[in-house]
């Protein structure tokens, strides 16, 4: 199996080691966050692994070069001319992984001891095209569930602003009956994705939230809850404090 790691972010939030290196290569107890990525997959027997760039993607180069990808077989998906976000980076990176297989995703900026092998397991039970993990932490942005835990929408807490195939089910219900639950940014697919997402137009920047939305009506988009596992999202400089007490 193969797996990306999205790396080609600008890290706006992260300022100031943004201005001078990727958010990629801050350092978490000795460690950087692409390392520590690749190392966790490498614990699932994940070795093939994409890595996307754009900010400063040649030092991101340079430290996988330096470390002989940490034990991994890393491929880079080159996005210096345009940073994709997650949509537009997985469909760029299309021929770079293996027709009919399922393959992982995951954030450099986050950190979890999530078991990948039962998120596996729970794809290939649900029959589903894509499973993603989740939890019940705390978030302003929610993706809604049923209660067979798969996905009908999105909701924003803070703007009130909601989306999705069915905010108001088959069945009748409102957005009320729905489970919130928050994105850990762990994903298997199946790889035909990739097909789906040109067949509904998708192109250029776009992130995988509206894929998984515009999908969710026709096909099994599922949420794997994963609450009680280590989490960390290292987005700003505070969070490394936080990383480096949980992730040793």
């Given at each position: 199996m193969k797996a990306m790691i999205f790396s080609a972010g600008l890290?706006?939030?992260?300022?100031?080691w943004t201005d001078k290196h990727p958010k990629a290569l801050a350092i978490v107890n000795g460690k950087s966050l692409l390392q520590r990525n690749i190392e966790y997959l490498q614990s699932f027997e994940i070795k093939d692994i994409v890595v996307s760039v754009h900010h400063f993607p040649n030092q991101i180069e340079k430290a996988i070069e330096k470390n002989n990808g940490w034990g991994s077989n890393i491929i880079i998906s080159d996005e210096r001319n345009e940073v994709l976000e997650t949509g537009g980076g997985l469909l760029k990176a299309k021929d770079l992984f293996t027709p009919g297989e399922k393959f992982i995703t995951c954030n450099v900026d986050i950190l979890t001891n999530l078991d990948i092998s039962k998120l596996i397991n729970f794809h290939s039970a649900n029959k589903?095209?894509?499973s993603f993990a989740v939890t019940n932490r705390k978030t302003s942005r929610y993706l809604l569930f049923d209660e067979n835990n798969r996905l009908c929408g999105w909701r924003n807490t803070k703007t009130g602003e909601e989306k999705g195939p069915h905010l108001t089910s088959p069945e009748g219900r409102g957005t009320t009956s729905l489970i919130e639950k928050a994105y850990s940014c762990?994903?298997?697919f199946e790889y035909d994705i990739?097909?789906?997402m040109e067949e509904n137009n998708f192109s250029g920047k776009f992130s995988l939230i509206d894929v998984y939305l515009k999908l969710a009506a026709d096909h099994r988009i599922m949420g794997y809850d994963h609450s009680g596992d280590s989490l960390v999202d290292v987005g700003k400089p505070e969070s490394v404090a936080i990383?480096?007490?949980v992730f040793i």
């Open positions: 890290g706006t939030r992260f300022k100031p589903a095209l894509i762990v994903v298997v990739f097909r789906l990383a480096e007490s």
